[in-house]
T-cell receptor, first 114, second 116 residues
Framework: GAVVSQHPSWVICKSGTSVKIECRSL??????MFWYRQFPKQSLMLMAT?????????EQGVEKDKFLINHASLTLSTLTVTSAHPEDSSFYIC??????????FGQGTRLTVV | AQTVTQSQPEMSVQEAETVTLSCTYD???????LFWYKQPPSRQMILVIR??????QNATENRFSVNFQKAAKSFSLKISDSQLGDTAMYFC?????????????FGPGTSLSVIP
């Protein structure tokens, strides 16, 4: 299947700083990318949907100024957690699609804010 | 809005035995996909099996098969000859088959333990 690479796999940052997570589709051009958040022992919660060249669509309750999403090309989307706080610590997963296919997932990023 | 329900938070099965994980969903859509994803301790999401709603035949992938009941909105996963490597969280998921913007909606998950 198609490969989605997410970087970094894990990151520790200080409270108040920003951290960027990259999501790349390695062997296909993704028309749409999705960002999920997963708490321990829970399901994946969709945060936002992004399409190349347009603004992301955020799910209800997700702060768009806190979680900045950029989808600059058909193979790259980034999630920036701004002014991170300990409650932002979580597992973040991206996925990518082309039309008429299922979603392919990155390996996830474990963010710890200290 | 679509919802996905998995009523079994945890299950266990003896190695080499068969286990069935349950999933129900609610939608008014006619064209959609259903999936089962596996998430092992590494937390990488792995697609186990996919079913297109317009297909009446149940999907199978080696030891994994589904029982898709469209009218009942039920989509169960059967794992035959369970192996230790099957130990993982299993998520049932739904996706409309309309545009490339359609998102995957996940159920709450079932934690499966395969006992040696």
């Amino acid at each position: 299947g198609a490969v989605v690479s997410q970087h970094p796999s894990w990151v520790i940052c200080k409270s108040g700083t920003s951290v960027k997570i990259e999501c790349r589709s390695l062997d296909f051009q993704a028309t749409t990318m999705f960002w999920y958040r997963q708490f321990p022992k829970q399901s994946l919660m969709l945060m936002a949907t992004s399409n190349e060249g347009s603004k992301a669509t955020y799910e209800q309750g997700v702060e768009k100024d806190k979680f900045l999403i950029n989808h600059a090309s058909l193979t790259l989307s980034t999630l920036t957690v701004t002014s991170a706080h300990p409650e932002d610590s979580s597992f973040y997963i991206c996925s990518a699609r082309v039309r008429w296919t299922e979603a392919f997932f990155g390996q996830g990023t474990r963010l710890t804010v200290v | 809005a679509q919802t996905v329900t998995q009523s079994q938070p945890e299950m266990s099965v003896q190695e080499a035995e068969t286990v069935t994980l349950s999933c129900t969903y609610d939608t008014s859509e006619n064209n959609y996909y259903l999936f089962w994803y596996k998430q092992p301790p590494s937390r990488q999401m792995i697609l186990v099996i996919r079913q297109e709603a317009y297909k009446q035949q149940n999907a199978t992938e080696n030891r994994f098969s589904v029982n898709f009941q469209k009218a009942a909105k039920s989509f169960s996963l059967k794992i035959s000859d369970s192996q230790l490597g099957d130990t993982a969280m299993y998520f049932c998921a739904f996706m409309k088959q309309e545009t490339s913007y359609d998102k995957v909606i996940f159920g709450p998950g079932t934690s499966l333990s395969v006992i040696p």
